[in-house]
């Protein structure tokens, strides 16, 4: 028989808090290109699914993204982001992490390394792949869509360069939570 695990109170306290952060986040931007930016909301959102897992990571991205888009003027995009981050932070906490946050063993060594990695480059293609379908979309133009591509591989490099120097330190404070 399989174990489902059921969001608490506590649970959705922590989304929501997860939520509101990947939007401000999100809001260190620089603009570049048409509608593209590159921003610390990736590296909040890959940095989260290291740390607590798939579910966390998908609804504070899927939340934070789409808020962050209705209320900064990117109205078009809000549905997309809702989709297509809540993907990208389920996938990177599914791969690094698991679904659920879990203590981390002390000798699980470094493999949470090669796993973290990993999640968030299979996280970053999936952002780039969904968003060169949403900028097509919303603008018309897939020549745009492709001249977006930079900002969006720059935005994952950051992204996982940043979950990557911040992610050591905050899991073992994240097992205190757990």
């Known amino acids: 028989m399989i174990n489902k695990r059921r969001l608490t109170v506590k649970d959705i306290v922590y989304v929501g808090v997860l939520a509101a952060m990947c939007a401000m986040a999100t809001s260190l931007k620089i603009p570049f290109g048409v509608g593209a930016m ?81 999640g968030c480059v299979v996280a970053a293609a999936w952002t780039l792949g969904g968003y060169i379908v949403a900028w097509w979309q919303i603008t018309g133009s897939l020549a745009t869509a492709f001249a977006n591509i930079p900002s969006s591989l720059m935005t994952s490099g950051v992204g996982l360069v940043g979950a990557m120097i911040l992610s050591p330190k905050l899991r073992k404070n994240v097992n205190r939570l757990t």
């Open 38 to 118: 590159v921003h610390l909301g990736t590296a909040f959102l890959f940095t989260v699914g290291i740390c607590f897992g798939g579910v966390y990571a998908g609804l504070a991205g899927a939340i934070g993204s789409a808020f962050y888009d209705l209320l900064m003027g990117f109205s078009p995009y809000t549905v997309w982001s809702f989709v297509i981050k809540g993907t990208a932070g389920l996938l990177v906490g599914l791969i690094a992490k698991g679904l659920w946050p879990a203590p981390i063993a002390c000798n699980a060594g470094n493999t949470w390394v090669w796993r973290a990695l990993l």
